[in-house]
């Protein structure tokens, strides 16, 4: 089962999104939060493999919010659900360590799709999202600044390790979206193995997502 949490503080979305989830056999909504001091109280509670996080709450906003869960509970996937687009707080969220992005005009079936996505370990953003996480990306890239190294003095990122030619390859894969199993066929190798390098290719950049990776992928090609 996956365990999930919403954090929303409309009550008629929550309790239609509880309805729609209960129809699922493999899907169980352990707790339901109406703002983010609430929803990072019970995620520690109740450790859900999923949250469902609206970025627009009472007290304390969703980003907050989201940035605690992460970091108290690395094992717990949240998944934006908003009707936010704009480009900073996308970009918040992104940072804040959320593991996909999905705006409330998302099909039923999209939604669902999404969390199970998440529970496997992938990451999932719109494609409006991802767009704006892509184009902000290659504005930097285009820095004259960055390009010249005049703000290294303030980059306090780690020193991300060298990957071999087969995490490369991994790693482009995921970037175009593809789930572990997905890469295990193409690649000739067993599920647990690819699950093994995705972990270690995290380790070398120091990416805590997948959608992470694959920002820091397309941010080098750029």
């Known amino acids: 089962m996956i365990r999930i949490l919403i954090a929303e503080d ?22 339901q939060a109406c703002d983010g001091i609430e929803a990072v109280a019970m995620a520690e509670q109740l450790r859900p493999d999923v949250v469902l996080m609206d970025l627009h709450m009472p007290r304390q906003s969703g980003v907050a919010a989201t940035r605690e869960i992460t970091r108290k509970l690395p094992g717990t996937q949240v998944l934006v659900l908003t009707t936010l687009n704009d480009d900073e707080t996308v970009f918040e969220a992104v940072r804040a ?18 969390i199970r996505a998440l529970r496997r370990g992938e990451s999932r ?15 930097l890239a285009g820095s004259p600044k960055l390009a010249s190294g005049e703000h290294a003095a303030n980059n ?40 093994n390098y995705v972990s270690r290719i995290m380790e070398k950049l120091h990416a805590n997502t997948r959608t992470a990776l694959a920002v820091m992928s397309v941010k080098a090609r750029i």
Do not use: C
């Open 97 to 114: 360590g959320a593991h996909g992005y999905l705006l409330k005009d998302v099909t039923e079936q999209e939604l669902l799709d999404t």
């Open 156 to 195: 306090l990122e780690p020193k991300t390790e060298a990957l071999s030619d087969k995490e490369e390859k991994i790693l482009q894969l995921i970037t175009d979206g593809l789930s572990n199993r997905q890469i295990a066929a193409a690649m000739f190798l067993a599920e647990g193995t690819v699950k």
């Open 125 to 139: 953003l719109t494609p409006q999202i991802a767009r704006k996480v892509m184009d902000q990306f290659r504005l």
């Open 10 to 31: 409309h009550a008629l979305v929550r309790r239609g999104t509880v309805v729609l989830l209960a129809t699922e056999p493999d899907m169980e909504v352990v707790g």
